[in-house]
C-alpha cells in the first residue's frame, strides 16, 4: 500500500524538471545560439523523460519555447526555424506546425513528410468539426507538400 508521500512524490516526479536541468536566465535573456542549442538539449531530455510528446510537459515546453526564442531572433536564420517546426510537429501542435512549415518555403523530402502531417491533423480536425471548406484547404495544401494515406482518405470523405 502507498502511504500519501509516496503517491505525492510519484505524482510529483510524473511532469517535474531536476533542480539542476533549469537554467537560472529565462531565454529571453540569452542569444540565440544559446536559446537553440538549450532547446536541442531540453528536447534530447524530453525524450528520454516522456513516453509521448506534448507541449505541456515541463521539458517539451522549454525546448519549443527556447527554440521560439532562437528562431524570433535571428528569423532568417533556416536551421532555427526548421527546428521550431519540428517542434511544434513533434509536441503535435498542429497549427503552429502547419504554419512553421509554411514560413520555410523550400522544404527538404523528411520536412515534406511533417509538414503533411500537420496538415493531415488540421483537416481530420476541421472535418470532425464539419468544416469541409477548411478541410479541403488543408487537404490541398498537404498533398502539395507530399501525398499521404491520411490525406487520402480525408479527400474521399470530402468527396
Excluded at 9 to 30: F, H, I, K, W
Amino acid at each position: 500500500m502507498l502511504t500519501a508521500f509516496a503517491l505525492t512524490g510519484l505524482a510529483a516526479a510524473q511532469d517535474s524538471t531536476p533542480a539542476d536541468t533549469m537554467e537560472m536566465a529565462g531565454p529571453a535573456a540569452m542569444s540565440a545560439s544559446e536559446n537553440f542549442a538549450k532547446a536541442q538539449e531540453y528536447a534530447v531530455q524530453a525524450d528520454v523523460a516522456y513516453p509521448v510528446p506534448f507541449y505541456d510537459r515541463t521539458l517539451w515546453k522549454a525546448a519549443v519555447d527556447h527554440s521560439y526564442y532562437a528562431a524570433s531572433m535571428e528569423a532568417g536564420n533556416r536551421d532555427y526555424n526548421a527546428y521550431l517546426a519540428q517542434l511544434y510537429t513533434k509536441t503535435q501542435w498542429w497549427i503552429n506546425a502547419y504554419n512553421a512549415w509554411g514560413r520555410l518555403g523550400t522544404l527538404s523530402d523528411q520536412e515534406k513528410q511533417w509538414a503533411s502531417l500537420s496538415a493531415a491533423k488540421l483537416a481530420y480536425l476541421a472535418l470532425q468539426r464539419g468544416d469541409t471548406a477548411t478541410a479541403r484547404m488543408y487537404v490541398d495544401q498537404g498533398m502539395a507538400w507530399a501525398d499521404s494515406a491520411s490525406l487520402q482518405s480525408i479527400m474521399k470523405r470530402l468527396q
